[in-house]
């Protein structure tokens, strides 16, 4: 095989790698530095889909590839990152004592593990059963149906990074509550596998006729950005939302 051919799979593979030396920092409790890694890998993610229709070296050992790398660094992580931030919010987040309620800890030789943090994990679950779909569906090229697992990513990650820069008391008091955080983990489950039709951000031309929702979506997020950093992910996904079913009748 050409190295040509495999260029977009070397992208892939540092998505992948980007997305391993994240999750070792996530489950350290590093959530910066793991966000930093994942924000990596959504980059790459971006070129090695770019890089091989450029190429012309699309294959569907690229398109496996990609699913694998994106489970890794746009699931498993984001779901780590959960898990911790689910833990901080109960009664031991060390561990350390036990309970006999629902929620008790369980214990194998010194071992101790709290139940309700793995909620978190539904997020790895729901992102593989959507890439999973994603590559069975052929009706995806110029849409998105459910919302994209690196958006779903960002959504996550922008909760630690709101708690170490915002600087704000009342969104800290939103993000460390368990039941805030069991809620988001189910609501983005569902997203991810929902039905609902969402633009892509794929130009076919540079007109405004023909992108409209696009530039506006783009233009909105950029200005939220500058004027409320992290805190402004959360709204820019809820946004890219409303504006998809808005405009629906022009996804196609």
């Known amino acids: 095989m050409s190295f040509k051919r495999n260029i977009p799979n070397i ?33 790459f ?82 992102s593989a059963y959507r890439l999973a779909k994603f590559n069975l569906d052929e009706d995806q090229q110029t849409y998105f149906k459910g919302l994209p697992v690196p958006a779903n990513t960002l959504l996550i990650l922008s909760l630690p990074l709101i708690l170490e820069y915002q600087n704000n008391d009342v969104m800290n008091t939103i993000i460390i509550n368990k039941w805030f955080l069991i809620v988001l983990t189910l609501v983005s489950c569902y997203l991810l596998n929902s039905n609902i039709k969402l633009f892509a951000l794929k130009f076919k031309d540079w007109s405004f006729k023909n992108n409209a929702i696009r530039y506006i979506f783009l233009i909105i997020s950029l200005v939220m950005l500058v004027v409320l950093h992290f805190a402004a992910i959360p709204i820019i996904i809820i946004l890219y939302i409303i504006l998809s079913l808005i405009d629906k009748k022009n996804i196609n």
């Open 11 to 43: 992208v892939t593979l540092l998505n992948l790698f980007s997305g391993c030396i994240a999750l070792i920092f996530a489950v350290y409790g590093n959530f910066i530095v793991a966000a930093f890694f994942v924000f990596l890998g959504i980059f």
């Open 45 to 126: 993610d971006f070129f090695d889909g770019l890089l091989a229709r450029k190429l012309n070296v699309q294959s569907p050992l690229g398109i496996q590839l990609d699913s694998l790398a994106d489970l890794v660094t746009s699931g498993v992580v984001p779901g780590i990152i959960m898990f911790k931030l689910i833990s901080l919010t109960v009664d031991s987040p060390d561990y350390a004592s036990y309970s006999n309620s629902w929620n008790s800890i369980f214990h194998w030789q010194g071992f101790k593990m709290s139940i309700l943090p793995l909620i978190g994990l539904f997020i790895p679950l729901a």
